[in-house]
């Protein structure tokens, strides 16, 4: 069965080219968040599923479930000091989010991604970009909010260009 969603559902907005820092940076990681999401739109569970160069196990089913883990970290865990678990990996398994089984839903990672995303804006919103995390990242470094933008940018950023590939091989379509 088809999802029949487009990019149109969340449309993607070009970042202002004359925009102060924060909006520059919130309008940016939009805009790859967004990115992300016309990857997958119009796919099928299969689809969804297919692999982007065996072995590797990476699928756009598994981008996705990969970014709403990378959101829960950086904002809910290092920027708001919660005490959030781990969505799909486990302390055995740290690339759980990437491989997929077939009990893995579209439905569940998309909805879960999009809630991870709007956790992300109500913790950062009223925040100042100087503003260090309430937690601390695995490695025991705080971060400060500017640094969270500027990493989950280049982050969206490399894995869209991992989505760019493997949407080729699904079904040849290309485009940022």
């Known amino acids: 069965m088809h999802d029949r969603r487009t ?13 102060g820092e924060r909006a520059a940076l919130e309008q940016w990681l939009d805009y790859h968040r967004a990115t992300l999401e016309m990857k997958c739109a119009g796919l ?14 990476l699928s756009l089913l598994g981008l996705v479930r990969h970014m709403a883990e990378v959101e829960r970290g950086w904002f809910r865990r290092v920027l708001a000091g919660e005490d959030a678990p781990w969505i799909y990996s486990t302390a055995e398994d740290f690339e759980r989010d990437i491989r997929v089984t077939a009990e893995d839903t579209w439905e569940e990672a998309h909805a879960t991604w999009r809630a991870e995303i709007a956790r992300a804006r109500t913790l950062a919103a009223g925040r100042a970009l100087d503003d260090l995390g309430a937690g601390k990242h695995r490695s025991g470094e705080m971060f400060n909010l500017r640094w969270i933008y500027l990493h989950m940018i280049e982050e969206y950023a490399r894995h869209n260009g991992h989505a760019d590939l493997v949407r080729e091989r699904i079904d040849g379509a290309t485009g940022d």
Do not use: F, N, W, Y
């Open 7 to 19: 990019h149109r559902d969340h449309p993607r907005v070009e970042p202002g080219t004359l925009t």
């Open 44 to 57: 099928d569970d299969a689809q969804l599923r297919t692999a982007s160069a065996p072995p590797s196990p």
